[in-house]
Antibody, heavy 116, light 107 residues
């Protein structure tokens, strides 16, 4: 069974940084692109970006490219999202997902709240 | 970036009814189109990929169609468990983009 479990969310002050993790199991992690999507409270889905199998290609939505960094550790079957200079507009549930073109499998999400 | 315009924003329908949700891309996305269902408090779930292919385990009352810039999701014989929000997504070109969503409620 494919399982994706995000962690690392919580309350963070404006201007600070936060790193999210996504632990993958039930499939061969290093065979798949992986991605991140976020959803602000009561809003729609926003594609953040995705990373290929050996980390040689990472694509971002342009508005977040200078703030967010996606990485992965294939030995640990873990995907990461490093977020910097956080603002209130970054308050959202952050989902990791396995990219098969579309996102066929999603985690349960982790809530990040940016507030003083 | 490719813009995805989804309509309607909300929809109210009766049990057993057929509903259709539309998605228009700002340029040709060559069937690189997925539909997701999201129930309250849950993660999105893939329903349709490549515009018209049903994802594993998805009931056959869901179907997708379209080409070029115009795509649609149809739900036949609406069931109570179909109450959810639905999102389209293009994955033809980076950055991938989602439609704004359609909230489906029971009448």
């Amino acid at each position: 069974e494919v399982k994706l479990v995000e962690s690392g969310g919580g309350l963070v002050q404006p201007g600070r940084s936060l790193k999210l993790s996504c632990a993958a199991s039930g499939f061969s992690f290093n065979d798949y692109w992986m991605g991140w999507v976020r959803q602000a409270p009561g809003k729609g889905l926003e594609w953040i970006g995705e990373i290929n199998q050996d980390s040689s290609t990472i694509n971002y939505t342009p508005s977040l490219k200078d703030k967010f960094t996606i990485s992965r550790d294939n030995a640990q079957n873990t995907l990461y999202l490093q977020m910097s200079k956080l603002g209130s507009e970054d308050t959202a549930i952050y989902y990791c997902a396995r990219s098969d073109g579309p996102f066929a499998y999603w985690g349960q999400g982790t809530l990040v709240t940016v507030s003083s | 970036d490719i813009q995805m315009t989804q309509s309607p924003a909300s929809l109210s329908a009766s049990l057993g009814e057929t509903v259709t949700i539309e998605c228009r891309a700002s340029e040709d996305i060559y069937n690189g189109l997925a539909w997701y269902q999201q129930k309250p408090g849950k993660s999105p779930q893939l329903l349709i990929y490549n515009a018209n292919s049903l994802h594993t385990g998805v009931p056959s009352r869901f179907s997708g169609s379209g080409s070029g810039t115009q795509y649609s999701l149809k739900i036949n014989s609406l069931q109570s468990e179909d109450v959810a929000s639905y999102f389209c997504q293009q994955y033809y070109d980076y950055p991938y983009t989602f439609g704004a969503g359609t909230k489906l409620e029971l009448k």
